[in-house]
Structures are given as C-alpha cells and as structure tokens.
C-alpha cells in the first residue's frame, strides 16, 4: 500500500466510523423498532383473522414485497413532495425501512404465532383470561422467542440495507465514503474500508444473535 493511499484510508477512517455510530446505526435502529411493531400488528390480526383488516394487511404484505425498496425510498422521498407531503431524509428513510422490512417479520411473526400450541389458548380460557391477556403473556411471548433468529437475521439485513438511504442524501458510511472519493478519487481503498466496517459491525450482530439463540434455546424458545 503506497504512502498516499494510506493517508487517504487513515483519515477517511474516523469520518466514516462517525458516520456509522451517529447514522446508520441509529437509522438501523429505529427502523427496525418501527418494523417490529408493525409486524407484531400485522401478525396478530392476520392471526386473529379479523375480517376486513386482515385483507388489508395482506395489500400491505403483497405492495411492498413486490416492489423494489429503492422504488419505495423514491416515492417517498421525492415523489410524495409533489403531494405536499415533505419529508426530511432521514425520517423518510426510517419510514420507508421500517415498513418495508416490517412486512417481511409479520410473515416470520405470523408463522410462529401459528407454531403456538393452541390448547395454550384453550388452557388461558379455562383460567378466565381474555383472549387479548392470552396472547399479550401467552402466546405473543413464546412466538416472538421462536423468531429470534429471523427476526435477528433481519436487523442484520437492514443494517446492510440502510446503505440505500444514500439514494435519498442520507450521510451515512455508504454516502460519506462517496463524499470523501469526491474529493480523493480512490474508490476501491474507500469502498473496501466502508465494507470492511459494515463486515465487523454484521459480525458484532451475527455473535449478539448466537449468544442470544444459544440463552433462549436454554428456555426452550429456539434451537441453538
């Protein structure tokens, strides 16, 4: 490695370490916090078979599994202010992540709400719960620990994914790296450093996820 690529990749380094701690990160997470409540939502009602609702949660579920995510980020971002509806970036990008992934856990929810045994339920009546304090300490509990690993494998995606807000002038790794080569023209040392953060902090997640499969499968929630 020659002296001034080595310049070049030692001070991009901090610059674009600040901009995975202050944006992606946070962007990762609120997204996904906004993606588990929706999916929670959209699962208990496609569970519960709420007539109506549920349909509409599979118009949810089918627009936005078929439609590209950066077609999503666009009309949100640049197509909705023809509306008059104006977004900042980064708020824009939660949203479009958050509903976006949240379609896809409902589905991993969905399924492992069906995975609950039902004389669960049987049993929560014959105790005198309602059907709504069955699921809330029964049934949501023991689903939610059976998709861990989806639903962790899922943040991890979208921490990868948050590199798209770039496309809608979010500075996060992937758009300060571009600013940065703006300037110093050395795209391969930038973009392999950019990906080589991504890569540690996937693999700080990937071994949060084992750890935590490895504690819940000592409960019985999943297997390690």
């Known amino acids: 490695m020659d002296e001034r690529l080595w ?35 959209v699962a208990l009602i496609q569970y519960a078979k709420i007539r109506g609702l549920r349909q509409l949660c ?25 509306a008059g509806i104006m977004l900042e970036a980064f708020p824009a990008a939660i949203l479009v992540f958050g509903f976006n992934e949240g379609a896809y856990m409902a589905e991993s929810i969905r399924g492992t709400l069906e995975g609950v045994n039902v004389g669960q339920l049987e049993a929560g009546y014959c105790v005198g719960l309602s059907y709504g304090k069955i699921m809330w300490h029964v049934v949501l509990p023991q689903a939610l620990r059976m998709a861990f690993p989806a639903l962790s494998n899922s943040l991890i995606s979208m921490l990868k994914g948050t590199s798209m807000a770039a496309t809608i002038t979010v500075v996060e790794m992937f758009r300060q790296a571009q600013i940065i080569n703006g300037r110093v023209y050395e795209s391969l040392g ?25 504690r819940l499968a000592s409960y019985g929630g999943v297997r390690a």
């Not at 380094?13 to 202050?22: H, I, S, T």
């Open 58 to 82: 599979r118009f949810y579920i089918w627009i936005v599994r078929g439609t590209p995510l950066l077609v999503q980020l666009y009309i949100v971002f640049y197509g909705l202010p023809s």
């Open 7 to 41: 310049g070049i990749l030692s001070d991009a380094f901090p610059k674009l370490l600040k901009a995975g701690v202050e944006i992606t990160i946070p962007l990762t997470v609120i997204s996904f916090a906004l993606a588990l409540v929706i999916a929670v939502i």
């Open 190 to 214: 930038l973009y392999v450093e950019v990906a080589l953060i991504y890569l540690a902090f996937c693999t700080i997640l990937t071994w949060i996820q084992h750890k935590g499969e490895k």
